[in-house]
T-cell receptor
Framework: GENVGLHLPTLSVQEGDNSIINCAYSNSASDYFIWYKQESGKGPQFIIDIRSNMDKRQGQRVTVLLNKTVKHLSLQIAATQPGDSAVYFCAEKPENRLAFGKGNQVVVIP | DTGVSQNPRHKITKRGQNVTFRCDPISEHNRLYWYRQTLGQGPEFLTYFQNEAQLEKSRLLSDRFSAERPKGSFSTLEIQRTEQGDSAMYLC???????????FGPGTRLLVL
């Protein structure tokens, strides 16, 4: 039978183009959100975070947008590079734990 | 390297055996978290410590699982009588209690045969 868990949504992007990864969260009480990048065989690596009192935050080549009305989070990566190829997870933090969403795989085409 | 470290990185064991994993957090971080990740899924919370106190445990943490942080520094996660369903990546993260960001270690990949 099919193992649905192995089929991650995949975004294929040309090197140099911008990438947008979307995430829906579930808990209206969450006041903190974070994006992680995970390469094969490694632990999640912190990219950028945002608190619920903000709707946009920028980092180096990355921007996170938060829409609390529809409980939606997005990660924008500018000028995508081959090293950006990985699985990206969003997570929300309603209390002390992180609750992760389903990952999105980004494949950068040289 | 001042990041979170985990040992061993890989562990293969036979069903029914006990295994123990170790996590060394970032040195000044007083919070330490354990998560489990299966293939294609995001990490799932297991438990967390503030200093040596275990403050929260997930329902995922069955009675075969036990975690300790005796001196408020490193932590161990033990799985007794391993089952094939325990095969997963076990991740440790740490943070400061007054900061939200959790930093993850490289994980211990467990395979139960």
């Amino acid at each position: 039978g099919e193992n649905v868990g192995l089929h991650l949504p995949t975004l294929s992007v040309q090197e140099g183009d911008n990438s947008i990864i979307n995430c829906a969260y579930s808990n209206s009480a969450s006041d903190y959100f974070i994006w992680y990048k995970q390469e094969s065989g490694k632990g999640p690596q912190f990219i950028i975070d945002i608190r619920s009192n903000m709707d946009k935050r920028q980092g180096q080549r990355v921007t996170v947008l938060l829409n609390k009305t529809v409980k939606h989070l997005s990660l924008q990566i500018a000028a995508t590079q081959p090293g950006d190829s990985a699985v990206y997870f969003c997570a929300e933090k309603p209390e002390n734990r992180l609750a992760f969403g389903k990952g999105n795989q980004v494949v950068v085409i040289p | 390297d001042t990041g979170v470290s985990q040992n061993p990185r890989h562990k293969i064991t036979k069903r029914g055996q006990n295994v123990t994993f170790r996590c060394d957090p970032i040195s000044e971080h007083n919070r330490l978290y354990w998560y489990r990740q299966t293939l294609g899924q995001g990490p799932e919370f297991l438990t967390y410590f503030q200093n040596e106190a275990q403050l929260e445990k997930s329902r995922l943490l069955s009675d075969r699982f036990s975690a300790e942080r005796p001196k408020g520094s490193f932590s161990t996660l033990e799985i007794q009588r391993t089952e094939q369903g325990d095969s997963a990546m076990y991740l440790c993260a740490s943070s400061l209690s007054y900061q939200e960001t959790q930093y993850f270690g490289p994980g211990t990949r467990l395979l139960v045969l």
